[in-house]
DNA sequence: GCAAAAGTGTTCGGCGTACACCCATGC
DNA sequence: GCATGGGTGTACGCCGAACACTTTTGC
């Protein structure tokens, strides 16, 4: 079972990977994962993966693929059930280990990694751009209440190219995914910023 | 690993059930299945199975989902990793066996099933119909050439709607997934059709 | 008053949908 | 010549994409 989880900071689409500390690969990068512990769901396996490295729980969580041979596990035969995780980095709290050390990377700026993780990520990256298009699935990048403009840089993030303003949030709008609040962010010599939320979340 | 097998004969879309023949669930019927061989990936365990059951190969196979605990596996722990695959009722021949017959049965029409077997129908039709909408997938579930009313009553059996013959046969054309044969066929006293053919498919 | 980001409308092309008649053939 | 299915065109509404200026604030 593997965990790819992704986050956006700063405009850049990151994904946690794992160093790991023990053979085989040992030194090497790889997506977080592990075996099912015992009377464990494959979904119990992911969130429990994915709050000890993040802290972070009730968060956008899906099934991707279930790979052939690119566990790490010892016996032949075993699969990798990989999922993908989308959270905001304002909640995370990444575990402090010096073995098994967790940390963000850029999409562009990923280490060789063990295994065919490189793979899995491309697929994790390719699905999470189509499920952006059709569901709210950014609510789990994102604070609670945000900017249009912090939205807007999620998706150009993960879409890797910029958008429209106008036709963003008239999109955006349209599906009733947000809903706007009552209350403005001043932040500058500007006019303050409408605040959103999600519809539908919390 | 288990293989949801459709096809479509008489404008009804079908799937392959198995009669189990051993405990659990002895009697039942339930989606065609089984463990890996040994060195066997994944999708060649689901190729394999397709073969066993209907002769066919070199067809639309597609990794489904993987769920948790709904396979025949007798230890906890395993994980039942679902395919989907569209077969072309002429080129099927089914396995002949009295132990483990495999039947088509409609949609409509499905006997209580072993395990959570209907869950698993369920999102592969979902998917189907997804895939139907951008992808070539329906190549296989037909001839080599067909005419348009083949293929459009295909689209019907498994949106489970009417289609317009005009906004269909324009909207397939669009696509280049289809091309246009020199050939016709007749049959009977009217007009007789024109074959068409997948484009990208031999 | 000016710098900086927030907020807003219109036009256009493409696509899906609704809808009705003529065409080619066999008998 | 008539019954049967094959084959075709137009109009309209919706949606995504392109594109520039006004508003509100802090200093």
């Known amino acids: 079972m593997l965990v790819v989880i992704f986050t956006v900071v700063e405009g850049a689409l990151q994904v946690l990977l794992i ?10 990068w790889a997506i977080p994962g592990g075996a099912l512990q015992h009377g464990e769901s494959l979904e119990q396996a992911a969130v429990r993966k994915l709050a000890e490295e993040t802290g972070v729980t009730d968060v956008f969580l899906e099934q991707l693929y279930t790979f052939g041979d690119l566990d790490a596990s010892p016996h032949e035969g075993s699969v990798g059930v990989a999922w993908f995780a989308l959270v905001d980095p304002a909640r995370v709290r990444l575990a402090q280990r010096t073995a098994w050390r967790p ?35 950014a609510y789990s990048l994102l604070p609670t209440t945000f900017t249009m403009r912090e939205l807007q840089e999620v998706y150009e993030a993960i879409l890797g190219r910029t958008l429209d303003k106008r036709n963003f949030r008239r ?21 303050p910023a409408r605040l959103y ?5 919390s």
Chains 1, 2 share one sequence.
């Open 171 to 191: 999109r955006l709008l349209a599906t009733d995914f947000i809903a706007a609040t009552s209350e403005l962010r001043s932040d500058g010599r500007h006019r």
């Open 103 to 137: 940390e963000w990377w850029s999409l562009a700026e990923i280490p060789p990694l063990a295994f065919d993780n490189e793979l899995v990520i491309d697929v994790a990256r390719t699905r999470l751009i189509g499920k952006l298009q059709y569901t709210d699935a």
């Open 197 to 201: 939320r999600f519809a539908n979340r």
């Open 19 to 28: 160093e790991r500390s023990a053979a085989p690969a040992e030194g090497r």
